[in-house]
């Protein structure tokens, strides 16, 4: 039988690589690129002499390379019964968001151009990563947030996050264009925290927890993180939901759909549970520094995607976290 064509870029990113992983195992090959910007190849090395798997340190910025990997493309399209392009590229944490030519070139053009590649490549399907930030400082109320809801943005005056998402709301507008249009098929993908084991960015909250707990037994985090609230989400489970979409064809509507998990922990009571599957008793918590807008919850409604595609988290927070610091000390061994 044959197999399908994967073009995936920021393949060593949290959802990238193990996207790659999944995929190669199933016998599919996978072109992939990135520029290590916050990831690193570690990611990668479980895969990287794999055959299936052809790995180039590229910018999705830079039109010379991204023309050799559609030139790759055009060579390979006819040998594969399927060609799916997943835009996993992003300039993600608030460190950078105030940099607005990184994030508008990577977010945004970068996006665009990966989406009229694949155009021109005659892809089948083009799955857009954007991300829950969208919601902004409407992030919450019973039963979660919807696709469908009216989203408020925060006073650009004041908040970094405004650019981000601002940005990767403009990306599902090209999907759907591109979509409605028939140009090719796909959707958008509004993820929450996402993380992983194999994680080594420790600016994100929970590698920065696990850090911070192995290294001096407490935990230092912004005053907000008093009483914000947050769901996180496995990147086993952030990838077998891009995968229920491509599988569903009537998904592939240029929609958006919301992926998350509904197990919803306070920032002390995640700091509590990273500590007791360390093995830490009574973990002290330095509460230094603020952030403007930081929406103080932000739970995602997934009716959308549960009806279409039938796809529900696995991991539980608990679970993730231990696989997290298994990871860690392994590491260390």
């Known amino acids: 039988m044959m197999k399908e064509l994967y073009v995936i870029s920021g393949v060593a990113g949290m959802t990238g690589s193990e996207l ?9 090959r996978v072109i992939g690129f990135d520029n290590f910007f916050a990831s690193s190849r570690e990611s990668l090395c479980e895969i990287e002499n794999n055959e299936l798997f052809d790995f180039y340190e590229y910018d999705l910025n830079s039109g010379e390379e991204m023309g050799r990997v559609l030139d790759m493309v055009k060579g390979w399209k006819k040998e594969y019964k399927k060609l799916v392009y997943i835009n996993c590229a992003a300039i993600v944490h608030t460190e950078y968001f105030y940099h607005i030519d990184k ?20 892809a089948d399907i083009f799955i857009n990563c954007s991300t829950s ?6 992030s919450w109320k019973e039963g979660g947030v919807a696709e469908k809801d009216y989203i408020l943005l925060a006073n650009a005056e004041h908040s970094q996050r405004t650019s981000y998402a601002a940005g990767k709301l403009l990306t599902e507008f090209f999907m759907k264009d591109a979509v409605w249009n028939q ?42 993180s008093k009483r914000n609230k947050r769901t ?17 064809e009537e998904a592939l509507d240029g929609s958006v759909y919301n ?22 008793s009574n973990p002290k918590i330095v509460f ?22 039938g796809w529900m988290p696995k991991v539980s927070l608990a679970e993730g976290i231990e696989m997290c610091v298994k990871e860690m000390r392994k590491n260390k061994a």
């Open 103 to 122: 994030t508008f070139g990577t977010n945004v053009t970068g996006m665009k151009n990966f989406l009229e590649q694949a155009v021109m490549a005659g």
């Open 232 to 248: 996180f989400l496995h990147n086993t489970d952030s990838c077998m939901a891009v995968l229920a979409l491509i599988r569903t």
């Open 259 to 280: 992926v998350a998990t509904k197990e919803e922990v306070s920032m002390p009571d995640l700091v509590s549970l990273c500590a007791e599957k360390m093995g830490i």
């Open 20 to 28: 790659a992983k999944i995929l190669v195992a199933e016998g599919h």
């Open 288 to 309: 230094r520094g603020y952030r403007e807008s930081d929406p103080e919850r932000r739970v995602l409604n997934i009716d959308k995607i549960v009806e279409r595609t």
């Open 183 to 224: 140009k090719i098929k796909g959707c958008s993908i509004r993820f929450a925290n996402v993380y992983s084991k194999s994680e080594r960015y420790p600016k994100h909250v929970i590698p920065h927890i696990l850090t911070e707990l192995s290294r001096k037994g407490e935990v230092e985090l912004l005053e907000n």
């Open 133 to 138: 930030e969208v919601y902004s400082m409407q």
